[in-house]
Nanobody
Framework: HVQLVESGGGSVQEGGSLRLSCVAS????????MAWFRQAPGKEREEVAH???????IYADSVKGRFTISPDNAKNTLYLQMTGLTSEDTGTYYC??????????????????????WGQGTQVTVS
């Protein structure tokens, strides 16, 4: 049974930083593509970034240069380090597990449908 648990969200001022964590159980994320998404109120869920099974990472244009995905294989945890936060980054952040080795580009509609399991989400508020 695959379970994903996100944590690390909170309230920060613009320009601040946060590090989100996604702990996976029942799932060895290093074998698959795993992604971070976010959803702002009234908007569709959009991908922020993903890490493919070969270790390559792809970012949405809106976060490139500010967000970084990093793994901790020993803890089966995927982190999302966020810096230079703006109000546009406000939303609920979800990690998503796929059964494939590679994910579609974050800005393709197919990105969302590649995810087979979602975490419960963690709230990020930037003001």
């Amino acid at each position: 049974h695959v379970q994903l648990v996100e944590s690390g969200g909170g309230s920060v001022q613009e320009g601040g930083s946060l590090r989100l964590s996604c702990v996976a159980s029942g799932y060895t994320y290093s074998r698959y593509c795993m992604a971070w998404f976010r959803q702002a109120p009234g908007k569709e869920r959009e991908e922020v970034a993903h890490r493919n099974s070969d270790g390559s990472t792809i970012y949405a244009d809106s976060v490139k240069g500010r967000f970084t995905i990093s793994p901790d294989n020993a803890k089966n945890t995927l982190y999302l380090q966020m810096t230079g936060l703006t109000s546009e980054d406000t939303g609920t952040y979800y990690c998503g597990a796929t059964w494939g080795g590679y994910c579609p580009h974050p800005q393709l509609p197919a990105a969302r449908y590649a995810v087979n399991r979602w975490g419960q989400g963690t709230q990020v508020t930037v003001s």
